[in-house]
């Protein structure tokens, strides 16, 4: 059930699941689920070998499945996130599905089946939800039509793109194993919770799920992909590069994700601007206290 590399990951965080609701096709309820989405952030690998971390969008029902194998997206929801490479057929991608407003998430994996000029069907290979630890609740505008994202590289993180880091409280990293492929999940905490030590992001790593999906990927391929938000201006950071796992060394020290930046685009206007009060998960707000 597990690669290697999640193997490993549970080893050096102390514990070993024998087990995890992880299935081949899509239940039913995650096909509903991804129905009803105007958003969905979705991973790939590009030429370079670094995987990729966007958010796609559209109006509710651009991500569709057409059965419990296939999930069906909009093909015109691509020109929504300028980066992504060409998507052809055998490529692996991720998809996580995410509805703020109750803390729902469900995740998929696979490979392309086919590219059309209406649609992308991703043949799902992995399909399982997430516990809503650290998500933030918050209600997101409905969708509306932006034109096409500016993209705007940087050569190294100036301070627009560091006073975003300090003030995220959200986060998207997309890693990829060696065998399975593509994959993205959802990282949240407090404002704060993503530093900078040295040149190099520091992301703390909050207990989860115990699948150890994304630091097994990493414990076998290092390079990742972070797209971090910025919900109430509508900006972004897409940043590429190099995770190393540091492993807490004496009890009540918490993992962290160092993360050299190789690669780094802002996006000033890649939502619709929000500006909406935010509930933060109780999980996040003990983190707080704890703080």
């Given at each position: 059930?597990?690669?290697?590399?999640?193997?490993?990951?549970q080893?050096k965080?102390?514990?070993s699941?024998?087990?995890?609701?992880?299935?081949?096709?899509?239940?039913q309820?995650?096909?509903?689920f991804?129905?009803?989405?105007?958003q969905?952030?979705?991973?790939?690998?590009?030429?370079a070998?670094?995987p990729?971390?966007?958010?796609?969008?559209?109006?509710?029902?651009f991500?569709?499945?057409?059965d419990?194998?296939h999930?069906?997206?909009?093909t015109?929801s691509?020109?929504?996130?300028?980066?992504?490479p060409?998507?052809?057929?055998?490529m692996t991608?991720?998809g996580?599905?995410?509805?703020?407003s109750?803390?729902?998430?469900?995740r998929?994996?696979?490979?392309i089946?086919?590219v059309?000029p209406?649609f992308?069907t991703l043949a799902?290979?992995?399909?399982?939800?997430?516990?809503?630890?650290y998500?933030?609740?918050r209600?997101?505008p409905?969708h509306?039509?932006?034109?096409?994202?500016?993209?705007?590289?940087?050569?190294?993180?100036?301070a627009?793109?560091?006073?975003?880091i300090a003030?995220?409280?959200?986060?998207?990293?997309?890693?990829?194993?060696?065998?399975?492929g593509?994959?993205?999940?959802?990282r949240?905490?407090p404002?704060g919770?993503i530093?900078?030590?040295?040149?190099?992001l520091?992301?703390?790593d909050?207990?989860?799920?115990?699948?150890?999906?994304t630091?097994?990927?990493?414990?076998?391929?290092?390079?990742?992909?972070?797209?971090?938000?910025?919900?109430?201006?509508?900006?972004?950071?897409?940043?590429?590069?190099?995770?190393?796992?540091?492993?807490?060394q004496?009890?009540g020290?918490?993992?962290?994700?160092?993360?050299?930046?190789?690669?780094i685009?802002?996006?000033?206007?890649?939502?619709p601007?929000?500006g909406?009060?935010?509930?933060?998960?109780?999980?996040?707000?003990?983190v707080?206290?704890?703080?």
């Amino acid at each position: 059930m597990f690669h290697s590399g999640e193997r490993l990951a549970q080893q050096k965080a102390g514990f070993s699941p024998e087990s995890a609701a992880i299935y081949t096709a899509m239940p039913q309820q995650h096909q509903l689920f991804y129905a009803g989405l105007s958003q969905f952030y979705f991973s790939t690998i590009d030429a370079a070998g670094y995987p990729v971390a966007a958010v796609l969008q559209g109006e509710p029902g651009f991500v569709q499945a057409t059965d419990e194998n296939h999930l069906r997206i909009a093909t015109a929801s691509l020109t929504t996130f300028p980066g992504l490479p060409a998507l052809r057929p055998g490529m692996t991608a991720g998809g996580l599905g995410l509805d703020f407003s109750n803390r729902r998430r469900n995740r998929v994996n696979g490979t392309i089946a086919s590219v059309t000029p209406d649609f992308v069907t991703l043949a799902v290979q992995e399909s399982f939800g997430n516990c809503p630890k650290y998500i933030q609740r918050r209600i997101l505008p409905e969708h509306q039509l932006l034109r096409q994202p500016e993209r705007e590289p940087l050569v190294a993180l100036d301070a627009d793109a560091r006073y975003l880091i300090a003030a995220a409280d959200t986060c998207f990293i997309a890693s990829r194993a060696p065998q399975q492929g593509a994959d993205i999940s959802h990282r949240g905490g407090p404002p704060g919770f993503i530093g900078m030590t040295q040149g190099k992001l520091a992301i703390v790593d909050y207990a989860g799920n115990r699948y150890m999906n994304t630091l097994g990927n990493l414990l076998l391929a290092p390079r990742c992909a972070l797209l971090i938000m910025d919900f109430h201006q509508g900006a972004a950071l897409h940043i590429q590069g190099t995770a190393e796992l540091v492993w807490p060394q004496k009890e009540g020290e918490e993992r962290c994700l160092l993360i050299a930046p190789e690669k780094i685009v802002r996006f000033r206007q890649l939502l619709p601007a929000a500006g909406l009060a935010v509930e933060f998960a109780a999980s996040t707000l003990a983190v707080n206290k704890k703080g």
